[in-house]
C-alpha cells in the first residue's frame, strides 16, 4: 500500500489542522493506522492510532484531549485533527498502515511525512 499525507503548514498557536493520509494499493480497511511525528533532533514519536477492527483509537499522552484520528474506508483515507495547537507540536508527522500499535516497529508502510509548524 502507497501512503500519502497531507495537510501540514504553518499555523499559530492555539490554531487547529487537519492532516490527511490518502491510500492506494491494498485494501485500506485491512490495516490498522498510525500516526507519528519526528521534530528535529527527537526520535520519532507515537501520535495517535486507530484499530481496523473496530476504530479503537489510542492517543499519546502528549496530544490526548487535543487531537482525533479517525478514518474513513470509503475514501482510502486516515485523518489527524489536531486542535489547540502548540509550538512543541512542531514535526514532521508520518502517517503508517500496520498494526494497532504505539511502535514504529508495528507498521509496515509509510507516508513520506507532511510537516506542521506551530509559532507561538
Known amino acids: 500500500v502507497q501512503l500519502q499525507a497531507s495537510g501540514g503548514g504553518l499555523v499559530q498557536a492555539g490554531g487547529s489542522l487537519r492532516l490527511s493520509c490518502a491510500a492506494s494499493g491494498r485494501s485500506f480497511s485491512t490495516y490498522s493506522m498510525g500516526w507519528f511525528r519526528q521534530a528535529p533532533g527527537k526520535e520519532r514519536e507515537f501520535v495517535a492510532s486507530i484499530r481496523r477492527i473496530d476504530n479503537w483509537t489510542s492517543y499519546a499522552d502528549s496530544v490526548k484531549g487535543r487531537v482525533t484520528i479517525s478514518r474513513d474506508n470509503a475514501k482510502n483515507t486516515a485523518y489527524l485533527q489536531m486542535n489547540s495547537l502548540k509550538p512543541e507540536d512542531t514535526a514532521v508527522y508520518y502517517c503508517?498502515?500496520?498494526?494497532?500499535?504505539?511502535?514504529?516497529?508495528?507498521?509496515?508502510?509509510w507516508g513520506q511525512g507532511t510537516l506542521v509548524t506551530v509559532s507561538s
Open positions: 503508517a498502515a500496520g498494526s494497532s500499535s504505539s511502535s514504529p516497529r508495528g507498521y509496515y508502510y
